[in-house]
């Protein structure tokens, strides 16, 4: 089996911060797009963020933006989603995810091959 391996999930009370990371496992993060997702119960999953680890190109839901950051070791064996400022509608299930081999690098989407099992992250008032 090859996916990648979340972590880092935990419960905050609103405002406060949390750091997942997504390890590589038996992947090979390399010139693919590694993105987080997350799902709500009752809710459909979604696209947080986002990064084509061949340059660096990032993306971010809107919902997120100035209060989330992508990032990588320079080994680009771990990614991370740099969570601040956390609001109780972040609350969900928080998945990493690889493409394959077909992918828009510019905005990292496409096909998703590879999924982690996911880590859960709740947010308290």
């Known amino acids: 089996q090859v996916q990648p391996v979340e972590s880092g999930g935990g419960s905050v009370q609103a405002g406060g911060s949390l750091r997942l990371s997504c390890a590589a496992s038996?992947?090979?993060?390399?010139?693919?797009?590694v993105g987080w997702f997350r799902q709500a119960p009752g809710q459909e999953r979604e696209g947080v963020a986002h990064m084509y680890i061949y340059d660096g190109t990032t993306n971010y839901a809107d919902s997120v933006k100035g209060r989330f950051t992508i990032s990588q070791d320079n080994a680009e064996n771990t990614v991370y989603l740099q969570m601040d400022s956390l609001k109780p509608e972040d609350t969900a299930m928080y998945y990493c995810a690889a493409t394959g081999l077909r992918f828009f690098a510019s905005s990292c989407t496409g096909e998703y091959n590879y999924w982690g099992q996911g880590t859960q992250v709740t947010v308290s008032s």
């Open positions: 038996g992947l090979t993060f390399s010139r693919k797009c």
